[in-house]
């Protein structure tokens, strides 16, 4: 969706902003490409940039990091001129309150990604939601105590709701860097990775969401259901920043022309076909034939349940879903490679079967269980 970049995102010399299509921003800190050594104009910048970011909807996922192996590793304290003038210190205090309050009020996931020296408005990973670490991270607080100010300002709220309010007062006036497995023991932070890999796992974790929109077949209150509205319904998901979005046959009665035209009207309406999946249920024993006709239109993405367990709360007489390993049989048979292999699922169906006092649906269950009879 969002390829073209918003203006604000080349507006501030020490962050690099990137999104990708699903809406994950990463936010880079850096001088000149550098690891960031933070000065007076970050600190008037950051305040707009984190409230722009906030602001953005389009943003549905916000990563926080360096540069160069280090996440804030210096600051240039000159540049802020004499703290102790109090017209300094109220310009320097009231941006630096405006920045956390900006950072907290982005309403979406924030993951910091930290790698090397925090050391310099450590605060602002100790704001995100999920803290990953590569393991040579450290984290220290250089402004404050060393140049004089007392640290009773933000950085010391983050860490005393981080770590509690004795660590936060050893760390920030005995000021000397923990280890990232220092700080994981706190519960600072979440996870350790190798050193390097602190912003790959972090785009791992930028979750990845899927809408659905149900009875897009037909309804069993309201009858059949047009398909033009279905990819209304889609596209407004897809608007909410859905990365995928999933069209379920609720109450199983829709047939192979019936799926070919939906994905047809879907793609026309300009959904990307892997951002489409589909969710059978085998109440009239179409669900194989309609995964053949989705695989014909260059669908890749099919729900199903082991053995075919399941069925619908609000879809009266609803059958069980496609069963998977009904699915995988047919897909092996096509040489379409998923990963998923026949006799494990196979294997679930019969311990499930073993719990239930009822046959499963899966035929290819029911087709191993007559074989294991014939050969008893
Ligand atoms: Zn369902």
Redesign the pocket.
């Known amino acids: 969706m969002q390829a073209t970049q918003p203006t604000y995102f080349s507006q501030y010399g020490s962050l690099k902003l990137t999104r990708d299509v699903q809406g994950v921003l990463v936010v880079e800190f850096h001088s000149n490409g550098r690891p960031l050594t933070f000065t007076a104009q970050d600190h008037t910048e950051f305040v707009d940039a984190f409230y722009r970011i906030s602001q953005d909807r389009a943003n549905h996922i916000v990563i926080l990091t360096g540069t160069g192996g280090a996440f804030i590793p210096g600051i240039d304290f000159p540049s802020f001129g004499n703290v102790a003038d109090p017209a300094v210190w109220s310009q320097v205090h009231d941006e630096g309150v405006q920045i956390l309050e900006n950072l907290a009020n982005i309403r979406v996931p924030v993951i910091a990604a930290v790698e090397g020296p925090a050391h310099v408005h450590s605060e602002y990973a100790l704001l995100a939601n999920v803290i990953v670490a590569g393991e040579g991270a450290t984290f220290d607080d250089l402004p404050h105590f060393a140049g004089g100010i007392v640290p009773g300002d933000g950085i010391f709220t983050t860490w005393s709701y981080r770590a509690g309010a004795g660590r936060a007062e050893a760390f920030l006036l005995n000021p000397k860097p923990i280890t990232a497995q220092t700080a994981y023991e706190w519960g600072v932070v979440a996870e350790i990775v190798p050193n390097g890999k602190a912003l790959a796992r972090a785009r791992e974790l930028g979750w990845w969401r899927r809408g659905y929109v149900?009875t897009a077949f037909g309804c069993p209150y309201s009858g059949a259901v047009d398909p033009a509205k279905v990819v209304e319904v889609a596209l407004s998901l897809l608007d909410l920043g859905v990365d995928e979005v999933c069209f379920?046959?609720?109450i199983g009665v829709g047939v192979p022309p019936d799926v070919r035209a939906l994905t047809r009207l879907a793609v026309d309406a300009g959904i990307p076909l892997e951002r489409i999946a589909y969710?059978f249920?085998d109440t009239r024993g179409t669900a194989l034939a309609n995964v053949a006709a989705a695989l014909s239109e260059g669908v890749r993405c099919f729900?199903s349940s082991t053995g075919g367990t399941?069925?619908?709360p609000y879809?009266p007489g609803?059958a069980g879903?496609l069963a998977t390993d009904d699915l995988i049989y047919m897909l092996d048979g096509l040489g379409i490679d998923t990963g998923v292999s026949l006799a494990a699922v196979s294997e679930a169906s019969r311990f499930i079967a073993s719990k239930i006092d009822h046959r499963l649906p899966s035929r290819h269950a029911q087709a191993e269980e007559a074989q294991r009879k014939l050969e008893v």
């Open positions: 149900s379920g046959d609720t969710h249920h729900d399941g069925g619908c879809a609803a879903n």
